[in-house]
C-alpha cells in the first residue's frame, strides 16, 4: 500500500470503530459520522423559458469512510445531483454542508479549493487531456494547484506519490503512454490515479464504469472497492446499473428528483 493511501488509513482510522447503524438515515447521528449532508436541494433546467425541474427536494446525508451508491434512470438527475455536491452546479434552493460548513453559497475561489483538495471526481468518459502521459495526467491537478516555483520544489515527492498512485490502480507499465495509446479500462485508471493524487477527503464518481465492457467495469469495482475498504475513502458513485449499486454500502434511489425510501441494505461483502 502506497504511502499516500496509508497518511490517509490513520487520518480515518477512528471511522472503523463506528456503529453499523450509520448507514440508516432515519437515525439522526452526530454530525461528523457524515462527512456530507445536504437538505431540500432544488435544481431546474430551463428550455426555451420552460422550466425542466430536475432536483424537487433532495435531502441525503453521505456516512463518511462508506461507499454510497445512488442509482436513478437516465435522465433522473444522477449527473446534476453529483455535480451539485462537488460545487460543479449551483443548487437553485437548497443546502449542502460538508464536514459542518456549508458549501453551497460559498465563493467561486473556495469552491475551487474544495474540488482541488477535498474532493476527487471521476466522469465516465474519463476527461484526460490527449496530449499528456498517464504520469502528466496524474500530476496535472498539482501542476495546476500550486505557483511554479512551489511545483518545481516538490516535484520528486508529487512524482514518486503519482507513481504510487499509478502503481495502485496497476499501470507502471504504462507511464508514458497518452490516452489515445490505452483502453477504456486503463483511461479510468489513470483518471482515478488522478482523482487520488490531492488526497481527498470524497471520491465522486459519475458512472464509472458506463463506458466500458463488465469484465473491465468489474475490475473498475474492485479499485473503488478496494480504496474504499483499505483507506476508508468516502465513495458516493451514480450509476444505473443496480447490480453494481448493491455492492456498495448503502444505495439511494432518485426518482423523480428526489431521494426514494430507506437506504437499501446491500449484501456486500459477498459480492
Ligand atoms: P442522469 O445523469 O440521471 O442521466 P442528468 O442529471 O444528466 O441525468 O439530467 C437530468 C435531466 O436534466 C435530463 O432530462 C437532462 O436532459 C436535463 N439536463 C441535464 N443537463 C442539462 C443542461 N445543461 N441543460 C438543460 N437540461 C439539462
Ligand atoms: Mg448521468
Given amino acids: 500500500m502506497s504511502k499516500t493511501i496509508e497518511r490517509r488509513k490513520a487520518r480515518t482510522s477512528s471511522d472503523t470503530t463506528k456503529p453499523a447503524s450509520i448507514v440508516m438515515n432515519d437515525q439522526p447521528l452526530p454530525t461528523d459520522d457524515w462527512i456530507m449532508r445536504t437538505s431540500g436541494l432544488k435544481k431546474s433546467y430551463y428550455k426555451s423559458k420552460l422550466e425542466v425541474p430536475v432536483l424537487r427536494d433532495v435531502t441525503v446525508e453521505i456516512p463518511r469512510g462508506k461507499f454510497t451508491a445512488i442509482v436513478g434512470q437516465s435522465g433522473s438527475g444522477k449527473s446534476t445531483l453529483l455535480h451539485t455536491l462537488g460545487t460543479l452546479d449551483a443548487p437553485d434552493a437548497g443546502e449542502i454542508h460538508y464536514n459542518e460548513n456549508r458549501i453551497d453559497n460559498i465563493a467561486a475561489g473556495r469552491r475551487e479549493q474544495l474540488r482541488n483538495r477535498d474532493f476527487g471526481m471521476v466522469f465516465q468518459f474519463y476527461h484526460l487531456l490527449p496530449e499528456l502521459t498517464t504520469l502528466e495526467n496524474v500530476l496535472l491537478p498539482m501542476m495546476i494547484n500550486a505557483s511554479a516555483w512551489r511545483y518545481w520544489r516538490e516535484r520528486r515527492q508529487r512524482t514518486r506519490r503519482a507513481k504510487e498512485l499509478i502503481e495502485l490502480v496497476g499501470l507502471s507499465h504504462r507511464l508514458k503512454h497518452r490516452p489515445s495509446e490505452l483502453s477504456g479500462g486503463e483511461m479510468q485508471r489513470v483518471a482515478i490515479a488522478r482523482a487520488l493524487i490531492a488526497e481527498p477527503q470524497l471520491l465522486l464518481a459519475d458512472e464509472p464504469t458506463g463506458n466500458l465492457d463488465s ?40 426518482v423523480e428528483g428526489r431521494i426514494q425510501g430507506k437506504p437499501q441494505q446491500p449484501a456486500r461483502k459477498s459480492a
Fill in 215 to 254: 469484465k473491465t467495469g468489474d475490475q473498475i469495482m474492485s479499485i473503488l472497492r478496494s480504496l474504499n475498504e483499505d483507506s476508508q475513502l468516502t465513495i458516493v458513485m451514480v450509476t444505473h446499473d443496480m447490480s453494481l449499486a448493491e455492492t456498495a454500502d448503502r444505495t439511494l434511489r432518485l
